[in-house]
């Protein structure tokens, strides 16, 4: 859904550059901590996150809100999660 949206603001151009940027930095967060990337479920169905959190990325990529530098900071955002660098009590937990 969120990528339906974003891609007709990129033809229509109906919101504001904040909200386009506002969705992107939500979505790059929920989708480093998304873990359920299953395809079908036996007796549910399919299970769509990762197909959906990629479809909207890239909407972003196509927006014309979202250049370089946007790119490089998702890119940047997309990585998992672990110890800082040269964080030897973190890395040693």
């Not at 996150?49 to 990529?61: F, K, P, Q, V, Y």
């Amino acid at each position: 859904m969120l990528a339906e949206c974003i891609d007709r603001d990129t033809r229509v151009r109906r919101q504001p550059q904040t909200r386009i940027m506002q969705w992107g930095d939500r979505l790059a967060a929920w989708y480093v901590r998304e873990r359920d990337l299953r395809g079908f479920v036996p007796g549910k169905g399919w299970a769509h996150a990762a197909a959906n959190g990629a479809d909207a990325l890239g909407a972003l990529a196509r927006s014309p809100y979202f250049g370089a530098t946007e790119t490089h900071r998702a890119a940047r955002r997309g990585r998992r999660p672990g110890p800082a660098r040269g964080d030897a009590r973190a890395a040693a937990r």
